[in-house]
């Protein structure tokens, strides 16, 4: 898994609340990424970013969001907004973000309950 | 629009017999396409790329993958399988987003090796 930690490795929540899920790298890349997978779907890009303080929408980006002001952390927030959470949610990084020849790093993810 | 398919949700195979999880794409422009591997409950493991060059890639584990432009795949092969090559193995290929490159996952095949 490399120089990206996530934590907490499960994570339990009542609807309605919101969570955060952390996100660090010590891989000095300028790019991180969260996607979430469930089965039978592959993953699914939640949020991307490019630079410190700049981060852009992926394809499922409602009911999250995210924050980007260290180069070292990359937190996602699932809000109450987001209609079905429970998931397991991985975090990665990327050297060259404009270059996509450079593979993606991955952290060993974080399951999240919502009951 | 662009993405990648799996056609194959789960692949089983004996020990010491060859084996292929098949990956087919479909981009605009040169595809440069990825293989992870993931054990339970972690995070994604990166095995190999293309980007240019010889169509056959080799990469972590003992693992292979052809890239095959007419027929627009790029299937994961291993000559010997061993019983720890069970995982969830992925293929994915690199899209433009508004000047953002991003990766776009297949759905996942199940690889299963029986002793």
């Known amino acids: 898994d490399g120089g990206i930690t996530q934590s907490p490795k499960y994570l339990f929540r009542k609807e309605g609340q919101n969570v955060t899920l952390s996100c660090e790298q010590n891989l000095n890349h300028d790019a991180m990424y969260w996607y979430r997978q469930d089965p039978g779907q592959g993953l699914r890009l939640i949020y991307y970013?490019?630079?410190?303080?700049?981060?852009q929408k992926g394809d499922i980006a409602e009911g999250y969001s995210v924050s980007r002001e260290k180069k070292e952390s990359f937190p996602l927030t699932v809000t109450s907004a987001q209609k079905n959470p429970t998931a397991f949610y991985l975090c990665?990084?990327?050297?060259?973000?404009?270059?996509?020849?450079?593979?993606?790093?991955f952290g060993p993810g974080t399951r999240l309950t919502v009951t | 629009a662009q993405s990648v398919a799996q056609p194959e949700d789960q692949v089983n195979v004996a020990e010491g017999n060859p084996l292929t999880v098949k990956c087919t794409y479909s981009v605009s422009g040169n595809p440069y396409l990825f293989w992870y591997v993931q054990y339970p409950n972690r995070g994604l493991q990166f095995l190999l790329k293309y980007i240019t060059g010889d169509n056959l890639v080799k990469g972590s584990y003992g693992f292979e993958a052809e890239f095959n432009k007419s027929q627009t795949s790029f299937h994961l092969k291993k000559p010997s399988a061993l019983v720890s090559d069970s995982a969830l193995y992925f293929c994915a290929v690199r899209v433009m987003n508004t000047g953002f490159q991003k990766l776009v996952f297949g759905t996942g095949t199940r690889l299963l090796v029986s002793p």
């Open positions: 990665a990084s990327s050297i060259v973000p404009t270059s996509g020849r450079r593979e993606q790093y």
């Open positions: 970013s490019q630079i410190v303080n700049d981060f």
